[in-house]
């Protein structure tokens, strides 16, 4: 006999009248399992927004039916990033009016702490939009380059984290870190090959450092959007390859940076690998959101934020060929790319054990400072 029919008088009509909501109200949440993962997932998700929206608590009834919202991770990964950063791209691009100019990029400047007598052209009315003040070049004296360390910043920004590679780890943010294997993918020279293991991962590392004696260094310096957004060669290099890898545009902001795990590697980004005279290096820019373009001024091939691609693919670009055996040769200080508003650039490189980093945690750098030598 079925425990339901063991029910008498009150007890059948009080069972019946409390099982009956919870079972309808779990069909409308989509908490069963006969239910798709999209369903479920789109079924969840007002709920959740109203959950981390409302005062604590407020929702809390909804566990009796074994409602869980989705994780903020999730619900933020799930938000179309790639079409919000090309509509925000669009509506950069539209010319202000006139009169228009001085109040809306005023705004920002205050917003932000943007310096504008640094800028090359300081009167607002000269820019016709956003994105060509997001653009903005500095004054030649601006940012005079130092010529006796190796190394300098290729940018403006704040450090997030330097120092030696090691376990084929690089650190995004102090604690957190990410593979170097997936954030650059398979070596440049043996073109499309599924990437090691992850318990080979060291020999990737040590297919990186082409000398004796020598370590794999790393540095992530993050562009606010008050920042100069131009980046410049950090020193005197050849750049051999590059690889664009399409991705998600979620925020590199440190807060966002220290909560979802290896978001340089989910993020869209352009990889440029070469060699200086102690062996590898590579400067990575990262895209994030409202940050969909990434601008190589040789590389007129390269288009960003496309609205077609397969999550996880890249693609490579060569810039050696029988008439020129070493690349591009960039010196350093010269102009290398920009980005419309912030993002990030990280820093991979060979050097002697002896090398020394001249900055510290969170500092805020200006492009042309010092940034490590030997």
Not at 37 to 57: E, Q
Not at 72 to 84: A, E, F, G, M
């Amino acid at each position: 006999m079925c425990q339901s029919s063991a029910l008498r008088g009150p007890e059948l009509h009080s069972g019946k009248w409390l099982q009956f909501p919870q079972l309808a109200l779990r069909r409308r949440l989509g908490q069963l399992s006969c239910m798709s993962r999209p369903a479920l997932k789109l079924r969840s998700w007002p709920l959740t927004i109203l959950y981390y929206l409302l005062p604590f608590g407020a929702l809390k009834p909804l566990a009796r039916v074994r409602w869980r919202p989705v994780s903020r991770v999730s619900l933020y990964k799930s938000v179309p990033t790639r079409l919000l950063s090309r509509a925000w791209g669009r509506l950069n691009n539209v010319e202000l009016p006139t009169w228009l100019r001085k109040p809306v990029l005023s705004l920002y400047i205050w917003t932000f702490g943007v310096n504008m007598k640094e800028a090359a052209v300081e009167e607002l009315h000269h820019y016709r939009n956003l994105s060509e003040f997001f653009r903005r070049k500095l004054k030649p004296q601006a940012r005079p380059v130092c010529g006796v360390h190796s190394v300098i910043s290729p940018s403006d920004g704040k450090i997030l984290s330097f120092g030696q590679v090691k376990n084929c780890e690089v650190e995004q943010v102090k604690g957190i870190t990410y593979s170097l294997e997936s954030f650059l993918g398979p070596p440049a020279n043996k073109g499309h090959l599924e990437s090691k293991p992850a318990s080979r991962s060291g020999s990737f590392q040590k297919q990186l450092v082409t000398k004796d004696g020598n370590e794999l260094y790393h540095c992530v310096i993050y562009l606010a959007p008050g920042d100069y957004h131009c980046f410049h060669s950090p020193t005197d290099w050849k750049v051999s390859h590059r690889r664009h890898f399409p991705g998600s545009l979620m925020s590199v902001n440190p807060g966002v940076a220290r909560w979802i795990k290896e978001l340089f590697c989910h993020n869209e980004r352009v990889v440029l690998t070469g060699c200086w005279k102690h062996g590898f290096f590579s400067l990575t820019a990262v895209g994030a959101q409202n940050v969909g373009s990434i601008r190589i001024y040789f590389d007129q091939d390269l288009h960003t934020n496309s609205p077609r691609y397969s999550k996880g693919s890249y693609n490579d670009c060569s810039f050696t060929n029988s008439n020129n055996h070493e690349g591009i040769c960039m010196r350093k200080g010269e102009h290398l790319g920009e980005f419309n508003l912030g993002s990030t650039i990280v820093l991979i490189f060979e050097a002697p054990k002896d090398f020394n980093f001249y900055v510290k945690l969170g500092q805020k750098i200006r492009f042309g400072e010092a940034l490590g030598s030997l």
